[in-house]
């Protein structure tokens, strides 16, 4: 069975610096893929971040970027010019390749941005 | 402005009791998930279904959950009897199985529901 580890269940960053959140996953398999949620709040569930396992290059998304280590299962997050918003849960998440099916999460971690 | 509706949003009740969760996908989405969310367990899968059939149920208590799809608008997720256990977040999230948008899947804003 797939299994995704968050092992830091807090963090914390001042405004504007940089932050990497940490999440290694377990699996057989060769076609994956990989994401990153964030949780504000308001408990809405907001994809950040993906990555498809087939490719070598990290993911970027604007501040959001990826370290994604395959041979070491490690998928980490780095959140760059942190803001206020940024603070939430933040979840990774693993899910087979293929059709769209399950996601496997990550415990989380909170996230707080200190101003 | 596309998104999956649940209703309703906060749902307290006693031990007992039926509870009905009610999800409308977003429109033209063919498979549909029910997480569940809690302190202890975190976000973990309970059903999903694909063209309104069942493919995975296998996180769901048999004895007490139900999930169906009636039609391609409406899944709904029911306990009977409801447990002060069943007390969480309920995400419905939708997305297309295969081709543009395949790689996402798009979340609810949950159903939070307390047993007492």
């Known amino acids: 069975a797939q299994t995704v580890t968050q092992s830091q269940p807090e963090m914390s960053v001042q405004e504007a610096e940089t932050v990497t959140l940490s999440c290694t996953y377990d699996?057989?398999?060769?076609?994956?893929?990989l994401f990153w949620y964030k949780q504000p709040p308001s408990r809405q569930m907001i994809l950040v971040i993906r990555q498809e396992a087939y490719k070598q290059q990290n993911a970027t998304e604007n501040r959001f970027s990826v370290n994604f280590q395959k041979a070491a299962k490690s998928f980490s997050l780095k959140i760059s010019d942190s803001q206020l918003g940024d603070a939430a849960m933040y979840f990774c998440?693993?899910?087979?390749?293929?059709?769209?099916?399950?996601?496997?999460f990550g415990k989380g971690i909170t996230l707080s941005v200190r101003p | 402005d596309a998104r999956v509706t649940q209703t309703p949003r906060h749902k307290v009740t006693e031990m007992g009791q039926e509870v009905t969760m009610r999800c409308q996908p977003i429109l033209g989405h063919n498979t549909v998930f029910w997480y569940r969310q809690t302190m202890m367990q975190g976000l973990e899968l309970l059903a999903y279904?694909?063209?309104?059939?069942?493919?995975?149920d296998s996180g769901m208590p048999k004895d007490r959950f139900s999930a169906e799809m009636p039609d391609a608008t409406l899944a709904t997720l029911k306990i009977q009897p409801s447990e002060p256990r069943d007390s969480a977040v309920y995400f419905c999230?939708?997305?297309?199985?295969?081709?543009?948008?395949?790689?996402?899947?798009?979340f609810g804003p949950g159903t939070r529901l307390t047993v007492l």
């Open positions: 998440a693993y899910r087979l390749g293929g059709a769209n099916s399950k996601l496997t």
């Open positions: 279904f694909r063209n309104r059939a069942p493919l995975d």
């Open positions: 999230a939708s997305g297309p199985a295969l081709g543009v948008g395949s790689n996402e899947q798009f």
């Open positions: 699996t057989s398999e060769s076609d994956y893929y």
